[in-house]
């Protein structure tokens, strides 16, 4: 895993994740084991510690790095599924909203044409009652723009054409 990391990483890391006792030594050593390439001999007579004291150290100090570099990919990954369920809970409420938005907009126009067919209905009645009653009518009817009767009775002997209902 190391071998992937750049001399700037690796250090990045050695700086931000050894920390407690002795961590100023323990950064020195690594740094000059993983990015020097000191062997574990010359760390031991450098820092004046037994070449197992050294290498325990180098072990403890990678465990603790890569424990470190897990918890930081799980919250990463945990961060990102919470990203992720959040972009698709606005998804989803989006599309109910515009489902909504449709049905609301189909009730208007169902609610408009019922009118529309109630107010066809309600005109063609009173058309309906109108001429009926015209009918009926014993004087003879002209509309407002003009002189032409709306009806006319047949002129008989008997039937001037006065729109008594002989038609």
């Known amino acids: 895993m190391i071998d992937n990391l ?8 050695i700086d931000e994740w050894i920390v407690g006792k002795n961590a100023e030594r323990n950064r020195a050593m690594l740094k000059r084991r993983f990015l020097d390439g000191v062997k574990f001999e010359t760390l031991a007579e450098e820092f004046d510690l037994s070449v197992r004291q050294t290498k325990n150290i180098i072990q403890n100090e990678g465990n603790a790095t890569r424990f470190a570099d897990a918890n930081n990919t799980r919250d990463i990954l945990t961060a ?3 990203g992720i ?10 599309k109910i909203d515009a489902k909504n938005d449709e049905i609301s907009q189909l009730r208007q126009e169902v609610l408009y044409a019922r009118g529309q067919a109630s107010q066809v209905a309600q005109n063609a009645a009173i058309i309906n009652g109108v001429y009926n009653r015209l009918n009926e009518c014993p004087v003879g009817t002209v509309p407002v723009y003009g002189e032409q ?3 006319t009775c047949p002129t008989t002997a008997n039937n001037c054409g006065c729109g008594c209902g002989s038609f």
């Open 6 to 13: 750049s001399r700037s990483e690796i250090e990045y890391y």
């Open 80 to 82: 990102l599924n919470g």
């Open 85 to 94: 369920q959040s972009i698709k809970d606005q998804l989803c409420a989006d």
């Open 149 to 151: 009767p709306i009806f």
